[in-house]
């Protein structure tokens, strides 16, 4: 079974640009989260979509959006980027959004803001 | 709020030496709780959970057990080896928390020597 596949796996970017993150979760799992992981700050939840759905969001600016299609698959959003959202962004799907599914991660995309 | 709190790295030891992460949260409730790691390059693997408390969980020789009058998870392993070189994350998911978010220690680094 193939596991969480998330594209591109690298990213450089200017200041102002906006940016689109791919995720493509197990296949069944129709739970998929996003993390951004930084030498900062850790690893901080974004949002969680199941069944097309923004079930959970953490608190980021409204310039990081998401969305999740039919087929479960997931992208992610930010806009005006800036240099503090350099990052490695991660992806997470799960069979369910229950609290007791483990969480399946991708090898993450790193964003560099230049 | 919710917040977990983790031993600061980096964790330098020997093969074969005796590994120790401490790992204390703060809940509403009675958490899940998970230790996740990471290997350089990749995404997050789980390690092991507990739901409840008392609950100890095993997986690769590592252990860690729910103790809900210290509020602690440390995570353990007897004999390490080189390839258990990596950073350790240990999180909660809140008991009643709808859905998949997770929220994560700042991570311990460990590097094994031969």
């Known amino acids: 079974k193939a596991g969480v596949t998330q594209t591109p796996r690298y990213l450089i970017k200017t200041r102002g640009q906006q940016v689109t993150l791919s995720c493509s979760p197990i296949s069944g799992h129709r739970s998929v989260s996003w993390y951004q992981q930084t030498p900062g700050q850790g690893l901080q939840f974004l949002f969680e979509y199941f069944s097309e759905t923004q079930r959970n969001k953490g608190n980021f600016p409204g310039r990081f959006s998401g969305r999740q299609f039919s087929n479960s698959r997931s992208e992610m959003n930010v806009s005006t980027l800036e240099l503090g959202d350099s990052a490695l962004y991660l992806c997470?799907?799960?069979?369910?959004?229950?609290?007791?599914?483990?969480?399946?991660f991708g090898n993450g995309t790193r964003l560099t803001v230049t | 709020g919710n917040s977990v709190t983790q031993m600061e790295g980096p964790v330098t030891l020997s093969e074969e030496a005796f590994l120790t992460i401490n790992c204390t949260y703060t809940a509403t409730g009675y958490p899940s709780l998970f230790w996740y790691v990471q290997y350089p390059g990749e995404g997050l693997q789980l390690l092991l959970k507990a739901t409840k408390a008392d609950d100890k969980g095993s997986n690769k020789g590592f252990e860690a057990t729910y103790r809900k009058e210290t509020t602690s998870f440390h995570l353990e392993k007897g004999s390490v080896q080189v390839s258990d070189s990596a950073v350790y994350f240990c999180a909660l998911i809140p008991i009643k928390a709808a859905g998949n978010k997770l929220t994560f220690g700042g991570g311990t680094r460990v590097l094994v020597k031969p």
């Open positions: 997470a799907s799960s069979p369910t959004n229950s609290n007791n599914s483990p969480l399946h």
